[in-house]
T-cell receptor, first 113, second 116 residues
Framework: GENVEQHPSTLSVQEGDSAVIKCTYS??????FPWYKQELGKRPQLIID?????GEKKDQRIAVTLNKTAKHFSLHITETQPEDSAVYFC????????????FGKGTLLTVNP | DTGVSQDPRHKITKRGQNVTFRCDPI?????LYWYRQTLGQGPEFLTY????????KSRLLSDRFSAERPKGSFSTLEIQRTEQGDSAMYLC??????????????FGPGTRLTVT
């Protein structure tokens, strides 16, 4: 089955700096890659996603890039703010597997004011 | 609130007891997923429904676990003879078909189960 690795497990940045979280996946059949933000005690919230026919997608301060050849994708957050502090999860899904999500282990992002 | 809802939010039970959780997906979402999340880990897939049909079950879902989705609306997840290892957050997510054959999944707030 699909395996998703996520790095780093923790990331601490100063407010206003950029943050980058990287994920790799194992199954080349994966074609959908969402990113979720989970604050303590809350539900995972979909913040951005990318499909395999696109190399990059941007939404305000958040961007995701995908390299299908290398089977890795990354989340970029610019101009970080304290409210960006949370655990971020990447995931991958395969059409033939009912699009169930396989998640990475998460990155705890701390933005220091 | 038109998002995914789950009930109860918290459940404390003694080992050996049965528990049942409910998930109400976003209306018109025909796909429903259950995941389990333990501390410090990402959610792990348990089972999947398309309308009322349960189409996939993870190996994580032992025979003590059963899930239903009658009439293709809400879903229930039952755990029989609970064990301490069942303690986790149980998350439900729903989705519908979008263009290009991919699905955005929206999560409920989860049910946190503690088995004592």
């Amino acid at each position: 089955g699909e395996n998703v690795e996520q790095h780093p497990s923790t990331l601490s940045v100063q407010e206003g700096d950029s943050a980058v979280i990287k994920c790799t996946y194992s199954d080349s059949a994966s074609n959908y890659f969402p990113w979720y933000k989970q604050e303590l005690g809350k539900r995972p919230q979909l913040i951005i996603d990318i499909r395999s026919n696109v190399g990059e997608k941007k939404d305000q301060r958040i961007a995701v890039t995908l390299n299908k050849t290398a089977k890795h994708f990354s989340l970029h957050i610019t101009e970080t703010q304290p409210e960006d502090s949370a655990v971020y999860f990447c995931a991958a899904s395969i059409p033939s597997s009912n699009y169930k999500l396989t998640f990475g282990k998460g990155t705890l992002l701390t933005v220091n004011p | 609130d038109t998002g995914v809802s789950q009930d109860p939010r918290h459940k404390i039970t003694k080992r050996g007891q049965n528990v049942t959780f409910r998930c109400d997906p976003i209306s018109e979402h025909n796909r429903l997923y259950w995941y389990r999340q333990t501390l410090g880990q990402g959610p792990e897939f348990l089972t999947y429904f398309q309308n009322e049909a349960q189409l996939e079950k993870s190996r994580l879902l032992s025979d003590r676990f059963s899930a239903e989705r009658p009439k293709g609306s809400f879903s229930t997840l039952e755990i029989q003879r609970t064990e301490q290892g069942d303690s986790a957050m149980y998350l439900c997510a729903s989705s519908r078909l979008l263009g290009q054959g991919t699905y955005e999944q929206y999560f409920g707030p989860g049910t946190r189960l503690t088995v004592t």
